[in-house]
């Protein structure tokens, strides 16, 4: 199996697609920038086929999310940048009633069910970890549902770098292969600084960073989850930068600053917690109105820094807000947990003398019932009953051991 194969059934996707035009087709898609890259991809290929679309933001795949989408958008749903993780639990929910197609990079455990179409590039031998990101995923179905498509390659790139598929210094394989369309197309260039590739898009008639681009896009899809950041981002991947654009980014980098900025007193005050293996803080609601990616982004900010042992996984807890965009209200109590690594750690991981997230967290979660979508080797997540928290941490440690022991 490898890209062949995986165009092959991108064919078999776009004629399901095809089949919809004239009813509505739900696009749920993750909040950062690969996720809004992804479904700016979707959203602008179905317009162009005349196929009414509605897109619903998701910050995780959860049971209850799931059964509402099912119930409330009959016909076809698409995912995107999510889902193939949760394959089985939206083929339960489902219950043979929707047409749904998974277009993602991240591992899958797989589903028999005819009504289910994934489309993970993991199933096919490409990385979802350096090799592809769901965009340039998105961008090859979109191309294959129609060849005027290729005009959206830049999307693709965006997505990859904000998913940091250029970390060891350029954008490979797939990536890469979509990353050359835009550069013919005019729409990215590229500059070469110490051995490492530097990326702008110039799409817009702008030279723009795409490493800062990229940022704010996240900023916008996960600070402003509950803010309509991301159709804000989305329109700003289609039309380009506006004074709208700066002037919400610009609130909710501030809010994001000042948020930031009190936690990380608080965490110099009271240090993290540990276990053997993990080091974890929880902010409970500290973060709101921001969504619940931002716990991942906050990790990121400072698995470097003098407050984390470079040694140690890495782990921050929030509160899951009750409120979904465009799906309302839900009668939960549960928290997300997002896990990074430092930089030290990442190294060993990647060179497997240290388990990755996509081993460990899975094999936690489901002693907490949690539930798992998107999770990669250096960076995943999972939501579970408030009040586990340290019942998890213990099997965190467990499945490291288990691993170590092989």
Known sequence: MGL????????????????????????????????????????????????????????????????????????????????????????????????IVIIDHHHTPGVDDQKITILSTELYGISGDREISASSAAYLFAKTLNKSNSDLAYLGVVGAIGDSHHRFGRLESVNRQVLMEAVRQGQVSIEERDGREKYYLIVFGEKLDLDKFAKSLTVLGAVGY?????????????????????????????????????????????????????????????????????????????????????????????????????????DWNIVKVSFRLPSALETRVLSGEMPGYNYIVPRAAKYVGGDIDACHGYACATTFEKGLEEAFVKYFDIAVEEYLRK
Request: proline share 5%; charged share 30%.
């Open 4 to 99: 062949n194969e995986y165009l092959r059934d991108l064919v078999k996707a776009a004629n399901i697609i095809k089949e919809y035009r004239g009813a509505p087709v739900a696009i749920a898609h993750h909040n950062d920038a690969d996720g809004l890259s992804s479904a700016a991809i979707l959203l602008e290929a179905f317009r162009r086929e005349g196929i009414e679309t509605i897109n619903i933001p998701l910050e995780r795949v959860h049971p209850l999310i799931v059964k509402r989408l099912v119930e409330k958008y009959p016909g076809l749903i698409v995912f995107v940048d999510l889902g193939a993780g949760a394959a089985p639990e939206i083929s339960r929910i489902n219950a043979g009633r929707n047409t």
């Open 226 to 330: 509950l803010m309509n950041g991301p159709d804000t981002g989305i329109k700003t991947v289609l039309k380009g930068p506006d004074r709208e654009y700066r002037e919400t980014l610009d609130k909710l980098n501030r809010l994001k600053k000042e948020k930031f900025e009190k936690i990380i007193k608080m965490l110099e005050e009271t240090g993290l917690n540990r276990s053997r293996y993990l080091q974890w803080f929880h902010v409970h609601d500290m973060f709101s109105p921001m969504g619940v990616k931002v716990i991942g982004e906050f990790c990121m900010e400072i698995r470097n820094t003098s407050l984390v042992d470079k040694d140690m996984y890495l782990a921050g807890f929030q509160d899951m807000p009750k409120e979904v965009p465009r799906l309302g209200t839900f």
